[in-house]
């Protein structure tokens, strides 16, 4: 495979994993926000961590992506592969 189409599907695959990352941390804030009789601090405490570690990762994730499109766009096979998709 040429280096353009690794990098291309590698910056796919990360902006697929960001995007289920922010859609899973949106879940799990749904949880914190919504009132429910068995909610304690601690299962609070620990939505709320992992609403703050998936935003994290989802950016990390993005802009790893953004990373992989300047790259290609400074290529000129890349140029020419983005265009194509």
Known sequence: M????VLYEKMVDFKRFGITSLAL???LYLGVVLPLE???IIK???LMGGT???LLLSVYFLFQSNR???ILLDSDEGEEYLMKK
């Open 2 to 5: 040429s280096k353009a189409r």
């Open 25 to 27: 941390s949106a879940f």
């Open 38 to 40: 068995d909610k304690t």
């Open 44 to 46: 609070t405490d620990i």
């Open 52 to 54: 703050v570690l998936l």
């Open 68 to 70: 992989y499109r300047k």
